[in-house]
């Protein structure tokens, strides 16, 4: 098993696994729109009591992955935007 802080395996690769989830209710890809969207961010319940205290803070750092992304251009235009020049997929975020 993984730890959930620390994701070396025994190897020293480093291994991701979801520690949560993200629930909305978009139900297919967009481009754009996501300001007026709500979502909840959903922790596995056996990870809840590393939450302890998280409400005294701010602010929260949310790293994610895409994970439904099935395919994937070098470059784009951002939110799919006509009037958007052109970039490389990782200046897109």
């Not at 701010?58 to 009037?83: A, F, K, M, N």
């Amino acid at each position: 098993m993984i730890h959930p802080i620390y994701p070396l395996d025994s190897e020293g690769n480093i291994k991701i696994r979801p520690i949560g989830t993200v629930r909305s209710g978009v139900r297919a890809q967009q481009a754009g729109g996501f300001r007026e969207i709500e979502a909840e961010i959903v922790i596995r319940p056996e990870l809840e009591p590393l939450l302890h205290g998280i409400d005294e803070f701010s602010h929260l750092v949310v790293v994610y992955w895409l994970s439904e992304i099935t395919e994937c251009s070098e470059q784009r235009r951002p939110q799919g935007l006509d009037d958007v020049p052109i970039v490389g997929m990782l200046a897109s975020r």
